[in-house]
């Protein structure tokens, strides 16, 4: 019998929060997490927080904004920016949205708001759980998506967004903590939002991820359903390393020299999957670096389809 | 390069995360003090490797230098002078205020309200700005000949362009606090009352106590803010003249390269110009390496059963060489032509230790046509 694949757990949530360090491909493992959604019969919104066009780009639509529009069957996308985030979480805590566009635009307030701390984090993650959560009052019913796939922050930025709700919850009295504790709840549930973390199998990548997931789990508290070793070098060399000379000559001496690179990059590769066997939470997944010339749709394919495969280092 | 690290009083090291900026950076400071100069590298990151490369067990705020047992198992002078410091946002800010508040007490009064606490710790782009006061504060001591600052690693290069200006912004928005006075004492009739009404929607969405804390904090602020504003400008004529070079780092990546090229374009026309480029973890040509010292072994045929193996391997690396090749390429095709530019090979293992940062230091140097 097939056991459940990490996939299909991470699905059940309804919001996903994409991180890693910088240029690892959160942006890719995002894309093709959405377009994995949509294939377990989900209805995807695909949100990237600020890539200032780089999921648009991706997507073939450069022309990406704060509003969700369909990108493919079932999925929607939009690249979330803190100014209309803040405008749309004014018009829902003032109603009126004359009264709300002018408090956002008034130039005090924006500057304000901009540098204030937490703020532009708490009003995007409050945007991306207002898309995720079950609507209440006299739209009440499901969600708007079943499922929220967040292109987030890189890790360091990222604890920042995380903490928005904790932050408001923890230091402020008053209205703003009644929806903030709302958001908390919601993100430090387990069966409601997932992170995944991505990871290259480089040192400095892992070490980040070791410390995000550390950090998520405590003092945040979210939960950490999937973990993707993204440009892992796939392995030639595994039985082979015991015949080779130390030296060569002609046009051997490049193919030797390039096997020496390769079977110190796997079995450094080798020690930081163990690293990450170890000391992160979660199922895992590897995806292999492509090694033939490719485009960004390609390498998306390619992603989506180890992904589904979803084998285990 | 080698021109630059030898004349150049500040190194500015900028590039999008996880290009490697931070080693890098690590690698020219050495490179800088072993032409005898009292170096410092100012980093960002925490990281434990880099400090465990430089010998030192921890890095902190205050600069450390690298001690002599580090650098005589690197096989480097022990009269090198290279000190190496983490930066403190918090600590810096700190200090900022204890230094510009105007007397103790006007300082305290600031340090201890709550909502400078959270604004010491997570203004957005503080990171970024309170760098640029640090730069400040070493540069007016004098202490060090060379500066290399390693700049925060954000998803945007750019974001520590940005930063002086946001906290302008944020600090312009004082404005904010005066209308947010709970008994405004001044003010022309008409702006009271736009200031009634914003304050009435303000303490709506954020809660009285909040509002209060927010205008207590910017009154007392109120009078650092041309400081703030003047040593931005310092730092700014600072990083415009000769004295600072601006180096770009950058991987081989379709996506790290577009940044560059808009980094290096947009540094520019803000009167930075970048006087280098590092292409970091560029994949080795093994065809065209030069062979790394003689072996004195005698050659021995490869095995034939590895031979396949063999090929393969190379054939995927040489495809993976030539993709980025082409990339840089056409990168170059588009910077200024006059930018200095070096090629780091992509290294098996990252590195660790101080004689791998060396090594480092001198492939950044190395003259060789990119």
């Known amino acids: 019998m097939a056991l459940p694949s990490p996939l299909t757990d991470l699905f059940s949530r309804r919001l996903l929060i994409v991180s890693g360090k910088g240029g690892v491909g959160k942006t890719t493992v995002s894309i093709a997490l959405a377009r994995l959604g949509v294939r377990s019969g989900k209805r995807v919104l695909l949100a990237g927080i600020e890539t200032q066009g780089e999921l648009g780009r991706l997507l073939g639509r450069p022309e990406l904004g704060a509003e969700p529009v369909k990108v493919a069957a079932g999925v929607q996308a939009c690249d979330l920016d803190a100014k209309t985030a803040l405008r749309d979480f004014l018009r829902l805590r003032l109603k009126i949205h004359a009264i709300a566009d002018r408090v956002a635009s008034n130039r005090a307030f924006a500057g304000f708001f901009t540098a204030a701390p937490g703020l532009r984090e708490y009003v995007l993650l409050g945007k991306a759980w207002y898309e995720a959560r079950d609507r209440s009052g006299w739209l009440s019913g499901g969600p708007r998506h079943d499922l929220v796939v967040l292109d987030a922050p890189a890790s360091g930025h990222a604890t920042a967004f995380l903490r928005a709700a904790h932050q408001i919850t923890d230091v402020m009295v008053g209205p703003l903590r009644t929806q903030a504790t709302e958001i908390r709840a919601f993100v430090t549930d387990p069966a409601l939002t997932a992170l995944v973390l991505v990871a290259t199998p480089e040192e400095l990548a892992v070490n980040e991820a070791v410390e995000f997931a550390r950090a998520a789990r405590r003092p945040l508290g979210v939960h950490v359903g999937l973990v993707v070793l993204n440009g892992v070098f796939p392995r030639l060399f595994e039985r082979a390393t015991g015949g080779l000379p130390d030296s060569a000559s002609g046009p051997d001496l490049a193919l030797l020299r390039a096997a020496q690179f390769r079977i110190s990059r796997e079995t450094e590769q080798a020690r930081l999957l163990r690293r990450v066997r170890r000391s992160l939470p979660g199922p895992q997944i590897v995806l292999e670096r492509l090694l033939e010339p490719e485009d960004d749709d390609e390498v998306l394919a390619a992603v989506e389809r180890e992904l589904a495969e979803a084998h285990r280092p | ?370």
């Open chain 2, 1 to 370: 390069m080698k021109q630059i690290l030898r004349e150049a009083r500040i190194v500015l090291v900028c590039g999008k995360g996880g290009v490697g900026k931070t080693t890098l950076s690590a690698a020219a400071a050495l490179q800088v003090a072993r032409t005898g100069r009292r170096t410092l590298v100012c980093t960002i990151d925490p990281a434990r490797r880099l400090a465990n490369a430089l010998g030192i067990s921890k890095l902190a705020d205050a600069p450390r230098r690298l001690p002599a047992a580090a650098l005589r198992k690197a096989k480097l002078p022990e009269t090198l002078e290279l000190y190496a410091s983490m930066l403190d946002t918090k600590r810096v800010f700190d200090e900022v205020i204890q230094r510009h508040a105007g007397g103790p007490d006007a300082a305290q009064r600031i340090l201890d309200n709550p909502f400078y606490q959270l604004v010491s710790n997570y203004l957005t782009g503080s990171q970024e700005y309170m760098a640029v006061e640090r730069l400040h504060q070493l540069h007016d001591e004098g202490k060090y000949e060379c500066i290399v600052l390693d700049t925060p690693p954000s998803r945007h290069a750019l974001d520590f362009l940005e930063a002086p200006r946001r906290i302008t912004e944020f600090l312009e928005s004082g404005f904010l606090g005066w209308i947010l006075r709970p008994t405004a004492e001044t003010g022309i009739g008409f702006l009271r009352g736009a200031g009634r009404k914003l304050i009435s929607v303000v303490t709506k969405l954020l809660g009285s106590d909040l509002v209060h804390q927010v205008s207590d904090f910017f009154r007392a602020f109120e009078h650092m803010a041309p400081g703030f504003d003047e040593r931005a400008k310092q730092v700014r004529e600072l990083l415009q003249s000769d004295a600072t070079a601006f180096l770009a780092v950058t991987t081989p990546t379709p996506r790290a390269l577009a940044e560059t090229r808009i980094l290096v374009r947009r540094l520019h026309e803000s009167g930075f110009p970048v006087r280098g480029v590092v292409f970091n973890r560029v994949a080795c040509d093994w065809e065209a390496a030069p062979p790394r010292g003689r072996s004195r072994e005698k050659p021995t045929p490869l095995p034939a059963e590895l031979r396949p193996l063999l090929t393969t391997n190379f054939q995927q690396l040489q495809a993976l060489a030539r993709r980025d090749r082409a990339e840089i390429e056409a990168t170059l095709a588009e910077l200024p032509p006059n930018l200095v530019r070096v090629l780091i090979p992509d290294h098996a293992v990252e590195v660790r230790t101080l004689a791998g940062l060396a090594r480092l230091g001198r492939q950044l140097c190395a003259v060789g046509k990119a």
